[in-house]
């Protein structure tokens, strides 16, 4: 997450929404005390957000050994 006092955000606006819309978090601080925050719209996330929390999850389940995805698949429907 990036901080940034009100004088740079005031100066660089644009780049900072831009970034929020990719889904980075902005934190702007008053003489160094946050005073607000800036992110994506509600209902947004982007898509690189989207895969990374993705590939946690495929690296976190773990297939049994000698078992197919067609097995799987099967089992699941049972």
Avoid: D, Y
Avoid at 6 to 25: D, P, T, Y
Avoid at 56 to 61: A, D, G, L, M, V
């Amino acid at each position: 997450m990036r901080t940034v006092g009100i004088f740079e955000a005031k100066q660089k606006l644009s780049e900072l929404v831009e970034r929020a819309s990719r889904g980075e978090r902005i934190r702007i601080t008053r003489r160094g005390k946050v005073a607000a925050e800036i992110g994506p719209a509600e209902g947004t996330e982007h898509l690189s957000e989207l895969f990374a929390r993705i590939e946690e999850i495929r690296k976190r389940s773990k297939k049994p050994k000698n078992v197919t995805v067609k097995q799987l698949i099967e089992e699941g429907r049972r």
